[in-house]
């Protein structure tokens, strides 16, 4: 969504013609939007923060799964206000032991 939001991914263009459909750029303001309310402001510095981490964690723990460094690059996100079930799920998920409520 955040990839979306920021305006990168494979729907912005899905014909790869060079023109974003009307209803795709609508939907990619209102989820911007949207993520705008939750405490992301700028999603495609969200996005650039988040590939960041990713590299920083395979870096750091390069034994883990990718699907291990995305997961653990998303916690962040929480933080910034990107809540829900979603944000109470990872916390949990991935949280230590000892920080779980």
Not at 59 to 65: C, F, K, N
Request: glycine share 8%; net charge neutral.
């Amino acid at each position: 969504m955040i990839e979306f939001a920021a305006g990168e991914g494979p729907l912005m263009d899905p014909a790869d013609t060079g023109n974003t459909p009307k209803k795709v750029v609508q939907a990619q303001a209102a989820l911007a939007q949207a993520l705008r309310s939750t405490g992301v402001e700028d999603p495609a510095a969200t996005l650039r923060a988040i590939r960041l981490k990713v590299v920083e964690n395979e870096r750091a723990e390069p034994d883990q799964s990718s699907t291990r460094w995305r997961a653990n690059a998303m916690i962040p996100v929480r933080s910034m206000g990107c809540g829900g079930w979603w944000g109470r799920r990872m916390g949990r998920d991935f949280a230590p032991p000892d920080v779980i409520n």
